[in-house]
């Protein structure tokens, strides 16, 4: 969906008249899911770009505030929830604006690893709730498959193949559901200064298997930084397994849709689909 820097100015002006004195900016890049604009000093305004992305503005506004005073980084902090209008279609929302900026594999480091266990650890602690389990690893199977013919040219098909077929073999999840962020990765991280200032978009949170925020390790760490953060989350061999497998899943699925289109994104993917293979 086309949205212009025109159409949110109109938007939040009729909807939040208190903030038509704010300047506008458009963030770019801003991420896949969301157009995003820095309203002011102080608050974000985000748009979903496509439908899967549009329950999130309610989510956040529901759950991040309850997370918030016990988890031991930042996260976004929903001040109001825009309503469609002006044919846009869906809910948007308005946060505080967070310093930062997205991680890079230069923001890697020991003391990055034991804070974004520490961070996982808290988070899987809080109550779930209501929250949902989101459709689990082996949905993605024909899509992964897929994927994996379409780079057979620049990866290894067999060796990504032995990877994912580990992950769907690996026993599953037998305990309680924990809480986890969904798409927790370097592109959800902001850092300054070399240490982490907060994790952002919420908008897979939901409550289940704890694997699926294992992709973080692979799209960040080093071989070594990695082992740091999964002695320090206690992560066992098959969790570890399926770990592996949603992180391949999402990098192959970023590969195949804008590595043709976007350096940054290829070479983070290869770089993230090249750790899955290491382990």
């Not at 929903?78 to 930062?100: C, K, Q, T």
């Not at 266990?117 to 949905?139: C, I, K, N, V």
Request: aromatic share 8%; net charge negative; with cysteine.
């Amino acid at each position: 969906m086309e949205i212009t820097t025109s159409l949110v100015r109109t938007l939040v002006d009729r909807q939040f008249p208190q903030w038509t004195d704010r300047p506008l900016t458009l963030v770019d890049p801003a991420g896949s899911d969301h157009v995003i604009h820095r309203l002011g000093d102080d608050f974000s305004v985000r748009l979903p770009r496509h439908a899967g992305a549009v329950d999130q503005a309610k989510l956040e506004f529901e759950w991040l505030p309850r997370l918030a005073p016990h988890l031991p980084l930042a996260i976004p902090s929903p001040v109001a929830v825009g309503e469609p209008d002006l044919g846009y279609p869906w809910h948007w929302s308005v946060s505080r604006w967070l310093e930062g900026s997205v991680a890079t594999v230069d923001d890697d480091s020991p003391a990055v690893a034991v804070a974004l266990a520490d961070f996982l650890l808290a988070l899987q602690s809080r109550p779930t709730g209501s929250l949902g389990s989101g459709r689990p690893l082996g949905d993605r199977d024909a899509a992964v498959r897929e994927a994996i013919t379409q780079v057979a040219g620049v990866f290894d098909a067999g060796a990504l193949t032995e990877v994912w077929e580990a992950a769907l073999a690996a026993p599953a999840w037998d305990r309680p559901p924990v809480c986890f962020h969904g798409d927790f990765h370097s592109g959800n991280l902001l850092t300054a200064g070399g240490r982490v200032t907060a994790v952002i978009d919420f908008g897979g949170l939901g409550a289940g298997d704890p694997a699926r925020d294992l992709m973080m390790p692979f799209t960040l760490m080093s071989a070594a930084n990695r082992t740091i953060f999964r002695d320090r989350l206690g992560v066992d061999d098959a969790t570890w397994a399926r770990g592996r497998g949603w992180n391949l899943a999402g990098g192959l699925n970023a590969y195949c849709s804008y590595a043709a289109v976007s350096p940054r994104v290829a070479a983070a993917t290869t770089r993230q689909i090249t750790a899955a293979l290491a382990g």
